[in-house]
């Protein structure tokens, strides 16, 4: 009985904790790998090895982060991610139910009864080893947690320098594991949203030389960031469906409209890629770091640019993230109708719009609630069925399931959201620029700020552009291309609107070989993950 009960808690065991980190994003085999997946199995063995009310902690503590480790794999394909951390504590009942709408639920109940289980005969079972046997396990358990980062402390100037600077940076180098992937994420962006309340940088990185200023003669110039948004579901793009009719009849038919191509986001969630794209930290940098810069926003309101942010995201009601920490950088934010009314994405561009009647020099960031989940869903409305019907009603569309034809209709409704844009600067006398990009990607059905990352649909974005000065755009941006595979990574927008408008800000050196992307907070490389 004894033997079958051992055997029953190693197998249990295994299932909540090692086969996730095995069949998760921890496969190569390396020393750096099979080092952490060591720790992953002493920490339990730890746990299990603790008596009394510590043991009893320690397993629950255990158990909810496996639980919710295993939980993210079913949903996402991945283990918890920062970006999901973030997106958990700044969402809403309406996110929550179209997420929802999108989960297989068979599996996830079916691991809930496997979890059950498993909880029941862990909390139950008790380990007896001998004293020495048990300290040298609890020894051999610190010297893994502490070991490696030391290691790294003393070799790496870099790694230490971090350290100094935010003792939290250490725990960047700790790839994820299911016996703590839970409290490793929420450590790292519980710190990082205490960071994003210190004060805004009031200086310039030293590659930008001069800000521009507004002439008499400047134009208006509005960013359309979009929400969720993956390039491949752009019909412009070669989506089959024609997801932008408006799009399309604009790259055929009028000589102000451009098309960017190679366009990556520098993160896969809002936080960091709005703050990163927005302002002067890359996707190389560490946005434990703080903001030490002045935003795009900051600079172009001391150019004698009002600059207004204009949003139906919920997030920016609350000013305790980073993307939301850069929108409140503006002279003026509006999250909610003025008139008290309903606040739709179409109403907000309503807005926009009038924004840019007015007679002052105006730089405009309109953040619409774009391709979020559930897609058949948009500010607690309905998509429009003519979006619906003008998906449907191609062949395509038959192959196609249901949360993917959504999905596309969505990009056909946002389609009409940019056109109402586009067609005012056909209008304006003026050399008004507008310019649309989202803020990443989305795997449909999934998300986004997953683990492990799906780069071709998280990171690669449309970018369009309208106006006089669409050309002399494309112009700047090719300036900030990575030198290997041609991206152009929107962390340097600034850098690129800056010289636009007549300002200087040369490519730093980062900028030729920036083919990053930052996921759960620290950078990786895209290399040849996307380009084989």
């Known amino acids: 009985m004894r033997v079958l009960t051992v055997i029953l808690l190693v197998t249990m065991c295994s299932i909540l904790f090692v086969v996730p980190a095995i069949s998760s994003n921890n496969i190569e085999i390396n020393s750096v790998n099979i080092y952490f997946n060591t720790l992953n199995i002493m920490i339990v063995l730890s746990a299990l090895l603790l008596t009394g009310w510590t043991g009893k902690l320690a397993k629950a503590m255990l158990l909810a982060s496996a639980c919710v480790c295993i939980l993210s794999i079913l949903i996402t394909g991945g283990m918890l991610s920062s970006g999901a951390f973030h997106s958990i504590l700044a969402t809403n009942i309406d996110e929550i139910y179209g997420y929802f709408m999108l989960i297989d639920w068979l599996p996830v109940i079916v691991f809930s009864l496997i979890f059950l289980c498993a909880s029941i005969l862990i909390f139950r079972c008790q380990l007896y080893l001998p004293k020495p046997v048990r300290v040298m396990v609890f020894g051999l358990t610190v010297a893994l947690l502490f070991g490696y980062p030391g290691f790294r402390f003393s070799v790496d100037t870099a790694y230490s320098k971090d350290v100094r600077e935010d003792p939290f940076s250490a725990l960047y180098i700790f790839p994820d594991m299911p016996s703590y992937n839970l409290y490793l994420v929420a450590s790292l962006a519980m710190h990082e949203r205490s960071l994003s309340t210190s004060p805004y940088g009031t200086s310039l990185p030293d590659h930008v030389h001069t800000l521009p200023v507004a002439e008499d003669n400047s134009g208006d110039l509005i960013l359309i960031l979009g929400e969720s948004s993956r390039r491949h579901s752009y019909s412009i793009y070669g989506e089959p469906i024609n997801t932008t009719p408006n799009l399309k009849k604009r790259a055929l038919h009028s000589p102000n409209f451009t098309k960017i191509e190679d366009v990556f986001s520098p993160a896969p969630n809002t936080r960091e890629s709005v703050a990163r794209s927005l302002s002067f930290a890359t996707s190389d940098t560490y946005l434990h770091e703080g903001l030490p810069f002045k935003t795009l926003l900051g600079a172009l309101s001391e150019a004698d640019y009002h600059t207004v942010?204009?949003?139906?995201?919920?997030?920016?009601?609350?000013?305790?993230?980073?993307?939301?920490?850069?929108?409140?950088?503006?002279?003026?934010?509006?999250?909610?109708?003025?008139?008290?009314g309903p606040w739709t994405d179409e109403i907000a561009a309503s807005y926009a719009v009038e924004e840019l009647r007015k007679p002052r020099k105006s730089f405009v960031i309109l953040h619409l609630w774009g391709e979020h989940s559930d897609y058949g869903i948009r500010n607690g409305q309905p998509i429009p069925d003519t979006s619906i019907q003008a998906i449907k009603e191609h062949d395509d569309a038959k192959e196609r399931s249901k949360e993917e034809i959504e999905y596309l209709a969505s990009i056909h409704h946002t389609d009409e959201i940019i056109e109402s844009i586009f067609s005012h600067i056909d209008t304006s006398e003026r050399s008004d620029l507008a310019i649309y990009f989202p803020d990443h990607g989305e795997v449909i059905g999934k998300g986004h700020g997953l683990v492990p990352i799906d780069i071709d649909s998280e990171l690669s974005i449309p970018m369009v552009a309208q106006g006089k000065q669409s050309r002399e755009l494309i112009a700047e941006i090719d300036r900030f291309r990575d030198s290997e595979y041609g991206i152009f990574n929107t962390s340097y927008f600034p850098e690129v609107m800056i010289n636009l408008l007549g300002g200087e800000a040369s490519p730093p050196l980062?900028?030729?070989?920036?083919?990053?992307?930052?996921?759960?907070?620290?950078?990786?490389?895209?290399g040849n993950q996307y380009y084989e």
């Open 510 to 526: 980062d900028s030729l070989t920036l083919s990053f992307y930052s996921i759960q907070g620290h950078p990786s490389h895209v």
């Open 309 to 340: 942010w204009i949003t139906t995201q919920d997030l920016y009601t609350r000013w305790d993230t980073f993307s939301a920490k850069v929108a409140n950088s503006a002279d003026e934010v509006i999250h909610k109708n003025p008139n008290n």
